[in-house]
């Protein structure tokens, strides 16, 4: 059976946003597929492969968002180069532009999934989660919590293993019943849970 959404053809010119059977799907615009997705792809192979500088890299990618503001993925891209500089106030800001996209286009009372197996959607999940990655860093922790329940009711399979970021965000707020039952049930499943748990005995 082919999923209606990979029949689903943009012809607009904008990104847009589809729910079918409780789940959405970003679907690109046709006038990304060529100039821009190949720029940017290009750029990210060639930062990837060390053949251009780290300064030259986030000038080339705030170019593309100003060409192309609702390219969510730019702006997760933007994200992560921050976080690896050590600067999640800049990542945040990065990742709020993207979200702010992809939220003026999920309906108001949403409740579905958005799921990675979605390529169109690996932009936008990409986005989320630099921005729980960027709060943490903040110790924004009731904003990261926030964002990694949300994360997960969009996209239970959780690849970005943003599951493994809840019991200790959850501890620094100071909810030790909660962190220490989302402790004790993925202890086995990953072993820095085991050091977390002592801190709520």
């Known amino acids: 059976m082919v999923h209606p959404f990979l029949q689903v053809q943009n012809m607009t010119g904008k990104l ?3 729910v079918n059977d409780n789940q959405g799907c970003f679907i690109f615009p046709e006038t990304w597929f060529g100039s821009l997705l190949d720029e940017f792809e290009e750029l990210i192979d060639a930062y990837d492969a060390d053949e251009i500088s ?3 890299y986030i000038n080339k990618l705030r170019r593309l968002a100003r060409q192309e503001n609702d390219f969510i993925d730019v702006h997760a891209h933007l994200a992560y180069v921050f976080l690896e500089q050590n600067a999640p106030r800049k ?4 990742a709020l532009k993207g979200l702010a996209v992809g939220n003026r286009l999920i309906p108001e009372g949403f409740s579905g999934r958005i799921i990675w ?3 169109d959607n690996r932009p936008f999940l990409r986005t989320l989660y630099a921005a729980i990655l960027a709060n943490a860093h ?3 922790h009731q904003d990261a919590i926030m964002l990694i329940e949300k994360i997960l009711d969009y996209n239970p399979e959780d ?3 943003a599951r493994w970021l809840l ?13 220490r039952h989302i402790l004790q049930e993925h202890a086995d499943e990953f072993s820095p849970y085991w050091y977390e748990r002592k801190r709520t005995a």
């Open 159 to 161: 690849n970005h293993g």
């Open 167 to 179: 019991g200790p965000e959850l501890l620094r707020t100071g909810a030790h019943e909660q962190a």
């Open 138 to 140: 903040l110790q924004r």
């Open 54 to 56: 780290e300064t030259s």
């Open 117 to 119: 197996i979605h390529p």
């Open 16 to 18: 847009r946003f589809e």
């Open 91 to 94: 990542a945040l800001n990065a």
